[in-house]
């Protein structure tokens, strides 16, 4: 039985949406719209004179195998940047949900590094894995490792996917712990009777039943891996070595506004939005089914 | 902090007055600079703006040289353009392509009715920013040029004679070998590597790095550095990376770091590095000229410049053009460019200002100042070192930074790595012909 709310006439309603009809118009669809309509020209960078291409800005980026390489990466940085920040997130969150003294410590430790903006993270970062005069690298170099995340694309996509999930683990730390302290003790409390372990309970109760918060985390944070995640690439690799850290996005900035390329730019920002549009569709339609609300 | 920077420079220099009458013409002046540069900038403005009293130049700086070009470009395409824009050398095509947004400066002097002598500015530079008929499209303003900074105390603690010969790159293999075997973790490294292993590398042994004069003669040109030599040096530096004879350290200079901290012997890198060698390195050091290869005919010819030029922008008043003219050969007089060379490391752009620096005797006091100005101009330059002049230049220097990072790691070969920088490279430029035409 869905509850529905519902209202006489349509003007009211109206009235009601039409301030986030108005924002979504100003901020979404009108650069939409343009973008669209730039990705079929290759207009010069001072706009003195366009030419029409139609979809040749598309061919001429799905023809270029970088640029079909930069999905790949795309998706393994997405990935491991939404796991790493979310298991921790949990883990953190589970533990400073048990914590009866000092709990509130704790949590405002923990959301501290959500205060601080991507490109300075990113410059922290680098400054420990600088690979003459960071201490992290210094350290690994006494182990006998040599870190070189300048050259080495495996460790440079480490770097940033680190460096993007540290302050996200805070957000996602907020809201999982908000989760947790919503599941009644009741339930909790009658599987502890009956002999479940903390585990179990946490994998068979707990779990499920903050199931539309790690939903919701999962959507934010991927588009946020997809997005968001720029100041970091821009600050540590630059989307070197090789490429090996160039996702979708930074390649829109930096052909672009390093580049100049506005059609290619503009055709890679429609790729985008249709990409980001269809995972959160799928998103919506087959994990969905599995969350509990 | 730059405003208390400015209000000091202000408040300390006593010939001026910074209130501003209503009748002043103002000029706005966009620039890349920040730190020890940002302040020389705008010490010469105020001094500008403190000699006259028609114009006030404004100078506003808008990030690093990619951002303020961007700055530019979007300014103009909201009509807010300013009067001047520094443009850095890899921009000059992008700049050259925008007819009707950016008046060259021949035509804004010859329309101020100012005094303006073209044969003044020093060739390997102003070359780098005129059309094919010599006349000066921008402003040469910050130019420099590779040199080898070579840490004296480090080739000594190898036992090596600090004044080994180390003009050419057959000889640095062997010194590069004692370095290793003697311990050191840095035997040589390298800023901006594109700009100085191959744009340079190429003009200094007179081989082509693109068709069509580098891009001078046409925006048809391709991409030519894959030819025996380039292949040859890059595939050297790739073994001696291999051996961790050759450190990389980043696109940047980022190395600096490392070598004024004493760690490396041998650093490839702009001659403007010595502003901060010179404040930082606790070791006795020297600047020699860029090697180069035994047996190449020709060689070593000339480097080429990277730095800035500062662009006057279209559609301002005829008022404004006055005032940019006046302002340029203010920036062109001797004794400006004089301070400017020997404050900075920046090459002087007048042959003027270089002899007012010997006769002051500079090139005494510190010595290897004058190396960048002697390996520029002892040649006339050929169509090979001119400068280089290709469109989506920028972007075509990431995908070579790629190539021979590629290189460097081991992942790939100097030929494979030159190769597939060159046909990705061809591709930017074919799209930069489609549209600028």
Known sequence: ?293 | MKKFAIGAMIAGTTMLSPLVASAQTEIQFWHAFTGRLGELVDAQVVAFNGGQSDYKVVASHKGNYSETLNAGIAAFRAGEQPDILMVFEVGTATMMGAKGAVKPVFQVMADAGASFDQDAYIGAVKGYYTDTDGQMLSLPFNSSTPVLWVNRDALTAAGIDADVDLSTWDKIGPVLDQLKAAGSTCPLTTAWQSWIHLENLSAYHNVPFATKDNGFAGLDAELAFNSPLQVKHVQTMGDWAKDGKFIYAGRRNEGGANFRAGECALFTESSAGYAGIKAEAKFAFDVRPLPYWEGVEGAPLNTIIGGASLWVMEGKDEANYKGVAEFLNYLSSTPVQAQWHQDTGYLPITAAAGDATREAGFYEANPGTDIAVIQMTTNTPTANSKGIRLGNFDQIRTIIDEELEGVWSGGKDAQTALDSAVTRGNELLRRFEAASR
């Open chain 1, 1 to 293: 039985m869905e509850k529905r709310v519902t209202f006489k006439g349509w003007k009211l309603p109206l009235l009601l949406i039409l301030p986030q009809v108005f924002v979504s118009a100003v901020f979404f669809f009108y650069p939409a719209v343009q973008a669209i309509w730039q990705s079929m020209f290759i207009p010069d960078p001072f706009g003195l004179s366009t030419r029409f291409v139609g979809l040749g800005n598309f061919e001429y980026l799905f023809s270029n195998s970088h640029y079909r390489a930069s999905f790949v990466t795309t998706a393994v940085f997405s990935l491991l940047v939404t796991l790493c920040s979310m298991v921790p997130a949990l883990f953190l969150a589970v533990l400073a949900d048990r914590l009866v003294k000092g709990a509130g410590t704790y949590r405002t430790l923990l959301i501290w590094p959500y205060a601080i903006a991507p490109a300075v993270a990113g410059v922290l970062w680098l400054f420990m894995f600088n690979t003459r005069i960071g201490i992290v690298s210094w350290y690994l170099g006494k182990l006998g490792y040599d870190w070189n995340h300048v050259l080495n694309g495996a460790e440079a996509m480490g770097l940033v996917v680190v460096a993007s999930s540290w302050g996200r683990i805070s957000y996602n730390f907020l809201f999982f712990f908000a989760a947790l302290q919503a599941v009644p003790k009741s339930v909790i409390e009658a599987a502890a009777i009956d002999g479940a372990r903390f585990w179990r309970r946490f994998f068979t109760i707990v779990l499920p039943l903050i199931s539309p918060t790690t939903f919701f985390l999962l959507v934010v944070n991927v588009v946020y891996a997809f997005f968001e995640t720029f100041g970091v690439i821009h600050t540590i690799t630059g989307g070197g070595p090789q490429q090996s850290t160039t996702i979708l996005v930074y390649k829109v900035f930096s052909d672009g506004f390093v580049g100049q390329d506005l059609g290619s730019s503009a055709a890679q920002s429609v790729i985008l939005l249709v990409v980001v549009g269809a995972l959160t569709v799928v998103q919506f339609k087959f994990l969905e089914k599995r969350v509990h609300y």
